[in-house]
């Protein structure tokens, strides 16, 4: 870790590391630096080339002390491959306008300084308003394609560095026209010494190496005509002098007002841009914090960068984004917050004094350096993806990277959103959407029923089937419910019953496919209940809205309610409609149903009064003779849930009176009502004095709680 800037930390082992690492850091910025330069200045702006490399390395001057502004003082920004390549598209539609030298290169860095300022901002907005964690929901077939067509594009700029020919139609003609090429040969050789050595030599010391090398030897080979002049002109192999690089801040621009037309017409690229920083700035964050192994603020990181990056504008740079590389470099040296600082100092020495050099940089080793870094974003991007995703997104990939390649960004940004929004919405469709199909007789209502209506509900509860929704329901989806009803034979059903209680949301498009469903079968004597928490939400109010349809539909907030609504449906059909229930019918005639009544005492009841409290020792049971009864407990400090209902003929409070344990819950009746109550003193007088009626009693509570067992058991494995 590094010492606080503090006159206690300069001691001498620590200065020894944080030069060390600020010198190598540094020199390996201007390389990177000069290769984005020469990558944004190619083609018509290559003699302008020097201008460019300053722009870069402003860049990396602004971003080498970026830890002073973040979280982890060893991080490292500067320019960075992805936003680069995205620049320098944009320059080369800027250049291909046919404008003069100069206001083509005054536009050129126009261009650089609007579109770092809309960066900057994109990066303070989503840092401010908190949005950074949006980005990752970017499907990752759009965000894999956009860095692998940075991969490519980068590819094509470093061949065009080389030999002008990039990878394009109009490259391919001229290397045709002109095959001989002895400096891509060269780009081949440094680009297998870099290949070759970089399991061998750190990366802190490799392109530094293989770059050194190179440039001796194409020197050498030029200064002492080893290759003469006709074979080797000097102008095809190296770059143009920096005799005339001149520092151009925004303020020396001269722009005039039909450029500035010109420059807002390119906002739509300038944001793309900003998206393609943005996504690389998470990504290379995501990717050091698996290497540093801790989590950062991705926010305030985002507004970091959008300080560096506004300054790097106003000082004549552009967008910077922190580097994995020498980011990682900082630390496997020991460096901190300090080696920044001298890194910047170095990147800045070679800005106001040592730009020289340039001249006898080969244009073959900066390019085969720059086709390097785009060769690694293919092979993560593109090549390893092959085996890491399935068919589908890898044709997304694809499909973005060649739109990209012919068309640009915009093209591949839109293609790639719309090709992703409609594979999510053909996969989502194929997601199983019931998170539960049933019928009555695994999920029945709560209500404790007598035995008839018990034995009648059995009979007739497979013709109403229970279908629970959850997710988001919205064309795709909806339509595959209505195929599954196709499927049904809906004639035979009396009920559906459709739980939305863990549906997220509903688009319109869904509603109309249920208001078909709907119409399709309303000549059927068939009802649907429709579940939901709400009770005004746009299912309910659009199908409210038809008249035709109130007759066929009913809606509960409660799962419990509506099929509680479905039974007595049932129940009050011609079938049992001529039945009464009674309390006592567990004993078979009428004279054994008056003794029995005789020991218990009947008692009328209020809609809202007690019948027990949860928590008193029980001390008698109940029959209810009228009316109903609600089971009901606090829940979350609400009074009054509903656990279930009793209604007339139902017993109800046997296993505590046996077991003699506190009551769980309260009862209240729900309307005006009346019980029969049989305490514990009475069933004791009875065992004496009719002991057989007490055994077929117990008989009858034993069944009673070996079926509700079973249901038990039943509904258990239904809603697993």
């Not at 502004?69 to 060893?74: A, K, P, Q, T």
């Not at 290397?175 to 680009?191: D, I, K, M, Q, T």
């Not at 007088?685 to 058991?713: D, G, Y």
């Amino acid at each position: 870790m590094s010492k606080p800037l503090g006159v206690s930390g300069f001691n001498l082992p620590w200065l020894a590391r944080q030069s060390a690492a600020g010198i190598t850091i540094g020199l390996s910025a201007v390389i990177y630096a000069i290769s984005y330069g020469a990558m944004l200045f190619s083609g018509p702006l290559a003699p302008y080339v020097g201008i460019g490399i300053a722009a870069a390395i402003v860049t990396a001057v602004v971003g080498a002390p970026f830890g002073l502004l973040s979280e982890e003082r060893r991080f490292i920004s500067g320019p960075d491959s992805s936003t680069t390549s995205v620049l320098a598209g944009l320059l080369a539609t800027i250049s291909a306008m046919q404008f003069s030298e100069l206001r083509t290169v005054n536009l050129a860095l126009a261009t650089l300084f609007l579109t770092s300022v809309v960066c900057a901002l994109s990066f303070y907005a989503l840092g401010r308003f908190r949005l950074a964690g949006l980005v990752r929901f970017i499907p990752f077939s759009v965000t894999a394609g956009f860095l692998a067509s940075n991969g490519w594009l980068i590819c094509s700029s470093a061949l065009d560095i080389i030999s002008g020919t990039p990878l394009s139609r109009s490259g391919l003609t001229a290397l045709l026209e002109h095959p001989y090429r002895p400096e891509l040969g060269l780009a081949l050789a440094v680009l297998l010494a870099l290949y070759g050595l970089a399991r061998r030599v750190s990366a802190a010391l490799l392109i530094p190496l293989v770059m050194l090398s190179a440039s001796l030897l194409v020197n050498v080979a030029l200064a002492y005509g080893i290759c003469p002049a006709t074979a080797c002109p000097r102008e095809t192999w190296m770059f143009h002098g920096l005799d005339d690089l001149v520092w151009r801040p925004p303020w020396s621009l001269t722009v005039e007002w039909l450029d500035w037309r010109t420059l807002v017409s390119e906002l739509p690229v300038m944001l793309v841009i900003s998206f393609v920083g943005t996504l690389a700035i998470l990504v290379s964050l995501a990717s050091l914090e698996r290497d540093f192994k801790k989590e950062f603020d991705l926010d305030r990181l985002l507004k970091a960068h959008a300080a560096s990056t506004g300054l790097s504008a106003l000082l004549g740079g552009f967008v910077g984004i922190v580097s994995i590389g020498r980011t990682s470099l900082n630390r496997a040296v020991g460096g901190g917050a300090m080696s920044g600082v001298i890194a910047s100092a170095i990147c800045l020495a070679m800005l106001v004094g040592a730009s020289g050099l340039i001249a006898y940089v080969p244009k073959a080793a900066l390019g085969a350096l720059v086709f390097f870094l785009g060769l690694n974003m293919l092979k993560k991007w593109l090549w390893d993806q092959i085996t890491a995703v399935n068919w589908h997104e890898l044709a997304q990939i694809v499909l973005i990277v060649v739109l990209v390649a012919n068309y640009g960004y915009l093209v591949g940004f839109a293609a790639g959103t719309i090709i992703s929004c409609i594979v999510f919405a053909v996969a989502y469709s194929h997601i199983p959407l019931a998170n539960l199909t049933t019928d009555l007789s695994a999920l029945p209502s709560s209500v404790v029923r007598p035995r008839q209506e018990v034995e009648t509900l059995s009979a007739r509860a497979g013709r109403t089937v229970v279908y629970r929704l959850e997710g988001y329901i919205f064309f795709g989806s909806a339509k595959k419910i209505d195929a599954v009803f196709q499927t049904m034979k809906m004639e035979t059903l009396e009920a559906i019953v459709m739980d939305f209680t863990l549906v997220n949301g509903i688009d319109r498009s869904a509603i109309s496919a249920f208001q078909r469903i709907l119409r399709r079968y309303a000549d059927l004597p068939l009802h649907f209940y429709f579940v939901h928490p709400v009770s005004d939400w746009d299912l309910q109010r659009s199908l409210l809205e038809d008249g035709s349809l109130l007759g066929h539909v009913s809606f509960f907030q409660v799962l419990d309610l509506a099929l509680e609504a479905a039974e007595e449906r049932i129940l009050s059909s011609n079938v049992v409609a001529s039945y009464k229930a009674s309390c006592f019918d567990f004993l078979d005639n009428v004279a054994d149903r008056e003794v029995f009544r005789s020991y218990c005492d009947l008692r009328q009841f209020e809609s809202g009064d007690m019948l027990c409290h949860e928590g008193e020792l029980s001390d008698a049971v109940y029959f209810v003779n009228s009316g109903s009864f609600d089971v009901i407990k606090p829940w979350n400090s609400k009074p009054g849930r509903r656990l279930a209902k009793i209604s007339v003929g139902a017993m109800v409070g046997e296993m505590a009176l046996y077991t003699g344990k506190a009551r769980t819950a309260s009862i209240q009746a729900s309307v005006p009502s009346s019980a029969y109550i049989l305490s514990k003193l009475a069933l004791a007088r009875m065992r004496a004095q009719r002991p057989e009626l007490v055994t077929r009693f117990e008989h009858m509570v034993i069944c009673k709680v070996s079926e509700s067992l079973a249901r038990s058991n039943q509904l258990v494995s239904t809603l697993r």
